[in-house]
């Protein structure tokens, strides 16, 4: 896989992180920088672990359907950016959540980072340097949750939702590329 597809499955993962800290910025008085990076970095954390986790899981049966691999990726991508763009429509209205607890921080994180288990898998299935992926989807939380704590101080809610639809977007057209590529380019 190329850096540039890693880059953008990173952007596709952390849009769940992003739009959890543009919630957390929002319901919060005024900007922690160390709260905010803290909070930020267990994101990122559980980000980079869980790929790494779904790759590990992955090898383990990677051969047994190796014939149809690209099928597992592109339907566990396209899985999880349906179910992205499909919470994003249905998440209650004024639900707002009161980022100051270390359990609350940890559960933000590992809820936006199950996707990134399923994806892990899907690495498993195709050609990927998973330290270097690891590294990149991890880098691109950090960043993403922090500018998100920025963004939700003052925009909010605005963003949020699109954020989410974005991301399922971002991931289902990966899965279409994986299945284009080993259709037509293997």
Known sequence: MDILSIIIIAIGLSADSFAVSVSN???????????????????????????????????????????ADHWIAFGLLSLIGIKMIYESF???????????????????????????????ISFAFIKVNIIETIVIIGFTTLLFSLS????GKRYGKKISKHAEIIGGIILILLGIKILIEHIYFS
């Open 148 to 151: 998100g704590f920025c963004i």
């Open 90 to 120: 249905n998440k209650e209205p004024g639900k707002e959540t009161k980022p100051l607890k270390f359990y609350i921080v940890i559960t933000q994180s590992f809820a936006t980072s199950i996707d990134a288990l399923i994806v892990g």
């Open 25 to 67: 910025g929002f319901s919060k008085n005024k900007l922690d920088f160390k709260y905010n990076f803290l909070t930020a970095t267990s994101f990122a954390l559980f980000q980079a672990g869980m790929p790494l986790l779904g790759w590990l899981l992955g090898n383990s049966f990677a051969e047994d359907v190796k014939a």
